[in-house]
């Protein structure tokens, strides 16, 4: 398969593919040098990012864990918390893909920090199948995989739905593909009252902050292809601790887990 061309161009590509390899060195050096790792500190399974203090307290728990930063601070929250939810729910045996992953992004990287060998990423962006530390980063669609029905404990897919995703298209095929007792992690651009983005694109797409309005409708979709939602949804935030340079918006995060039921 051909590799797919680089958003941003080659330059950018270039780049993160010297950040991707950075990266899974200092993983496998870290994983073969150390003992057992501390679990994370608990965390909401379904929360907003409040303010600024919320993300640098994430980034203070992933020093502690001695995990490799991500270089835009605030995406450290939602990775910490996605990582959260699948070891103190299901464990370090657990099967993870991480749904429209980049080989560069925190998920998998940490997780195979905390031991976990059964993991996969998938990416329209993907040519051939190239494997990191044992994890393995391959072509796919989230709404239309190849992947057998409940294969996997848990999906994650973070900062990928809203650009252009199909949602009930992608809840559906996550369903299918967790078995029931796992779980979904989903995080998302959000703002309770969010800015106007017409005319704004990134990646190919109209940039798309989800509303309160969105959330909600979200939530039940999941639930009617059995997912359930973990927590509570409290969609109100103080701040809006996300910067854009790109687009110039400010937002904030939100992370939703839910049971396969």
Not at 38 to 54: G, K
Not at 128 to 139: A, N, Q
Not at 187 to 204: F, R
Request: hydrophobic letters at 40%; a neutral charge; glycine letters at 8%.
């Amino acid at each position: 398969m051909a590799e797919a061309a680089p958003p941003g161009g080659a330059a950018v590509a270039v780049a993160k593919r010297v950040v991707e390899r950075m990266l899974w060195s200092r993983v496998t050096v870290q994983r073969k040098l150390g003992g057992e790792r501390p679990l994370p500190s608990a965390m909401p399974h379904t929360d907003v990012l409040r303010d600024a203090a919320a993300w640098q307290a994430a980034v203070a728990e992933c020093r502690r864990l001695k995990l490799p930063l991500h270089r835009d601070k605030p995406k450290n929250w939602d990775a910490l918390g996605a990582v959260a939810t699948v070891l103190n729910t299901l464990g370090r045996a657990s099967s993870v893909l991480d749904a429209g992953s980049a080989r560069y992004s925190s998920v998998l990287p940490w997780l195979r920090l905390f031991g976990l060998s059964d993991l996969v990423g998938n990416n329209l962006e993907f040519g051939d199948d190239v494997r990191r530390d044992g994890v393995l980063f391959r072509y796919g669609d989230i709404t239309k995989t190849d992947f057998p029905d409940g294969r996997f404990d848990a999906v994650t897919c973070m900062s990928v739905v809203e650009h252009g995703v199909p949602i009930e298209p992608f809840l559906a095929e996550s369903a299918r593909i967790i078995r029931p007792g796992g779980v979904l992690v989903v995080s998302t651009d959000y703002d309770q009252d969010p800015p106007d983005t017409t005319g704004v694109t990134a990646y190919g797409q109209p940039v798309h902050i989800f509303s309160p309005d969105d959330i909600r409708d979200f939530v039940k979709t999941a639930e009617k292809h059995g997912l359930v939602l973990k927590g509570e949804l409290a969609l109100e935030h103080a701040e809006r601790p996300v910067h854009w340079k790109r687009t110039g918006l400010d937002y904030t995060f939100i992370r939703l887990a839910f049971d396969r039921a």
